[in-house]
């Protein structure tokens, strides 16, 4: 099955309106020939310039959160609408930072995915293990339960890209060997493969998102289950341009 790679840049809580719009200007001569969907998750505040800064280009602009609710008494908080008004193509949803110090659930994560949709936004689904659960033989345990919670409800799995981002390689400068990260993320299309269809698995995009970078892209996307990357701290600099790139 031919799936199209997706790369997709997570900025965090980093880069001002300056800064982004340089990067993005440095980035399109680089990355316009790309054989793979590409997209830069921003900072909320920075989401219109950003979208400016890569309009004209295959870049698309995407969001690092979305809240469920379509408005209403939840300060602090973004809605689809309000991401969807300002050209938003796609929401990270779960990110394990979300879940480590915001206290996003797979319950959450489940409503927020149903927003998104609703709001014709691509959620980028995150799931993933700690290294003890890792240590203690549950990876696979954990990652059923949070594909099964957070994916309940969804019509059409093909809409939805999920990120498998193991937590103890995320900005650790660890990163799963490439027969860990393909062996983990054959699970999961298993595992999808078993909550929707076989064929509707293997038509999903599913990313590695633990600490890739230019120098380990190339061994990662050789696996047959990974189609692209949810790519942190190396998608503040010009490498990720290498990232992109990485089939040529």
Not at 38 to 48: D, N, S, W
Not at 84 to 107: C, L, M, N, P
Not at 154 to 183: L, S
Request: aromatic share 6%; with cysteine.
């Amino acid at each position: 099955m031919s799936r199209k790679p997706f790369i997709a840049g997570n900025w965090k809580m980093n880069m001002t309106a300056a800064s982004g719009k340089k990067l993005i200007e440095e980035l399109k001569p680089l990355v316009k020939n790309a054989n793979c969907d590409v997209a830069l998750c921003v900072p909320a505040i920075l989401i219109p310039e950003m979208v400016k800064a890569a309009k004209g280009s295959n870049i698309k602009i995407g969001a690092e959160n979305i809240h469920w609710a379509p408005s209403g008494a939840f300060t602090g908080e973004i809605s689809a609408e309000m991401l969807k008004e300002y050209g938003v193509e796609y929401a990270i949803i779960g990110h394990s930072e979300r879940r480590q110090y915001f206290g996003e659930t797979d319950e959450t994560v489940n409503k927020r995915l149903h927003a998104a949709l609703n709001a014709g936004i691509t959620p980028i689904v995150c799931v993933g293990e700690t290294l003890s659960e890792r240590e203690n033989g549950t990876t696979n345990e954990v990652l059923d339960r949070q594909l099964s919670v957070g994916l309940a409800g969804v019509e059409d799995i093909k809409k939805i890209v999920i990120a498998y981002e193991p937590v103890w390689a995320i900005g650790t400068g660890k990163t799963a060997t490439d027969e860990q990260a393909q062996e983990t993320i054959a699970h999961i299309r298993k595992k999808i493969g078993e909550l929707f269809c076989p064929n509707c698995a293997q038509k999903v995009i599913i990313q590695y998102g633990g600490s890739m970078n230019a120098k380990n892209c190339k061994g990662l996307m050789a696996q047959p289950d990974i189609d692209g990357g949810l790519i942190g701290g190396a998608s503040l600099k010009i490498d990720f341009a290498t990232i992109v790139n990485f089939d040529k």
